[in-house]
DNA sequence: CGATTCCTTCCGCTGAGTGGGAGGCTGGCC
DNA sequence: GGCCAGCCTCCCACTCAGCGGAAGGAATCG
């Protein structure tokens, strides 16, 4: 590095979006020296983008001087179609479930290796959950994740089984275990897991299915979250059957329609 | 423009931000040459940007060729603290006042001249409303709106006063009769609307104060919107205040612990 | 089958972005 | 109070990354 200028850009527009980059759910606040730390961006010109990133709306500089993501990187993100079909889909059933249940209900579909928690409705005496829109949660320690592994190719579920992660002393890791789980979910139709994410608390899934040409697909699934000492969950089996059905029809007529 | 190259960058970095402004609510969806034109970029440069933001996740390409927000933004848009807080405290609440009415149920701030809809709980059977989670709605045409207008300072309010869009026939746009309702507001306590925005449609909203060391100030507005038919829309008052309440004595707990 | 529209790729030019460094500001420590 | 360390802000000469005109495909249409 004899030279002065010029050597950064690497391949993405700008360093801006590395610069975006250093912004994620552990990190929502920072301030200009992490940002160029953990961007590897040069004070100086991390200290230029914000700015212009700043100008643009994208960040919003906080009165204690750190940045934030602004305004204008929530209104493009409403517009992202990320499942946006299946949100609006499904929202009034999960508030039906909701209703009817007053628990903690969750939306997910699988992303690679995760399942990805795309809408959730929560009451207010509900028991504290990790799960929250946008976040990512293992397959194999869930009962969403479940459900959504049960339905996944092959390739996917032996990745996930080569390295299950231990998310508490309750979590199945060992593989062939976690197979026989797999197969039960795929016969009885829903997923039951007990303190294997969070300690304290059981969830029952069951997967929303749409018709496709080559036959039923699952393309989500839909589960509560309970405190521990629920004894009757097995009985909201059927609450949920019925509003992922629901949801699977409505998905269709929307998908016919277009 | 006698040159070949390097005019452009204005200000912003690169041209990619102004490449993401040809995205918005009303168009979502954009081809190449779209984008290229609203933005004023040139199809060369428009399309290797777009290249750029897709191969960083901030766009997706469809299987027709078109481009969309991709998961990225979405990811990052959900870290922004755009109300974060009150919507985390407030979306219990919502969810209380639809299960007791069934009601789409709302909750908005003022940003500038607009109410900004921060959250929203709809059913399944509620009426077609315009109003969605991001968008903007005038202040001085909505339930939510006049409650949030009735709060402003004065400057706002006669600059909202000096041009109210016509948006139904019911819209009221004569200033001296909005300054006469807004004042019934404050008086009363609540605002309501009969067709002002849409046809078709009521709305009733009150506001939500929390206590400042100067007063109490009114940080958000709750409100629901129901079918022209309803005649029993008042009896919502109470439901309403007493949910508007809850949401800001939680606010006042969170902050006072903050 | 030529016309039209839209997308993709190429490549020489240049000025916009780059980043080292100087300078300011703040707060903690001796 | 003086010094130092950690941040942030601003400046400016260098240069290479982005720019965009233009040509070449691909797809659609009448």
């Given at each position: 590095?004899?030279?002065?200028?010029?050597?950064?850009?690497?391949?993405?527009?700008?360093?801006?979006?590395?610069?975006?980059?250093?912004?994620?759910?552990?990190?929502?606040?920072?301030?200009?020296?992490?940002?160029?730390?953990?961007?590897?961006?040069?004070?100086?010109?991390?200290?230029?983008?914000?700015?212009?990133l700043t100008a643009w709306g994208a960040l919003r500089r906080r009165p204690d001087g750190r940045y934030e993501i602004g305004r204008k990187l929530w209104d493009l993100g409403l517009l992202a179609p990320v499942q946006l079909e299946?949100?609006?889909?499904?929202?009034?059933?999960?508030?039906?479930?909701?209703?009817?249940?007053?628990?903690?209900?969750?939306?997910?579909?699988r992303e690679g290796r995760s399942a990805l928690y795309v809408e959730r409705v929560s009451g207010r005496e509900s028991v504290p959950v990790v799960s929250q829109v946008g976040s990512r949660l293992p397959l194999h320690a869930t009962g969403v994740g479940k459900v959504l592994l049960a339905a996944a190719p092959d390739d996917v579920v032996d990745a996930v089984l080569r390295a299950p992660t231990r998310e508490t002393r309750h979590t199945v890791v060992a593989p062939a275990r976690l197979r026989r789980e797999l197969a039960e979910v795929r016969r009885r139709g829903y997923a039951r897991t007990a303190e294997e994410m969070s300690l304290g608390t059981l969830s029952l899934a069951v997967p929303v299915r749409v018709e496709r040409p080559a036959g039923p697909a699952v393309v989500a699934a839909l589960g509560v979250v309970v405190p521990s000492h629920r004894r009757d969950l097995l009985r909201l089996v059927p609450v949920l059957e019925v509003a992922a059905r629901g949801i699977g029809r409505e998905l269709s007529r929307v998908h016919a329609f277009h």
């Amino acid at each position: 590095m004899a030279g002065r200028a010029g050597t950064g850009g690497r391949s993405v527009t700008s360093r801006a979006l590395q610069v975006l980059d250093a912004f994620d759910s552990t990190a929502p606040r920072l301030t200009l020296s992490e940002i160029a730390e953990r961007s590897g961006t040069p004070l100086s010109t991390a200290h230029r983008l914000l700015g212009e990133l700043t100008a643009w709306g994208a960040l919003r500089r906080r009165p204690d001087g750190r940045y934030e993501i602004g305004r204008k990187l929530w209104d493009l993100g409403l517009l992202a179609p990320v499942q946006l079909e299946l949100r609006q889909v499904a929202t009034p059933f999960l508030l039906d479930v909701h209703t009817a249940t007053r628990d903690t209900v969750h939306l997910a579909v699988r992303e690679g290796r995760s399942a990805l928690y795309v809408e959730r409705v929560s009451g207010r005496e509900s028991v504290p959950v990790v799960s929250q829109v946008g976040s990512r949660l293992p397959l194999h320690a869930t009962g969403v994740g479940k459900v959504l592994l049960a339905a996944a190719p092959d390739d996917v579920v032996d990745a996930v089984l080569r390295a299950p992660t231990r998310e508490t002393r309750h979590t199945v890791v060992a593989p062939a275990r976690l197979r026989r789980e797999l197969a039960e979910v795929r016969r009885r139709g829903y997923a039951r897991t007990a303190e294997e994410m969070s300690l304290g608390t059981l969830s029952l899934a069951v997967p929303v299915r749409v018709e496709r040409p080559a036959g039923p697909a699952v393309v989500a699934a839909l589960g509560v979250v309970v405190p521990s000492h629920r004894r009757d969950l097995l009985r909201l089996v059927p609450v949920l059957e019925v509003a992922a059905r629901g949801i699977g029809r409505e998905l269709s007529r929307v998908h016919a329609f277009h």
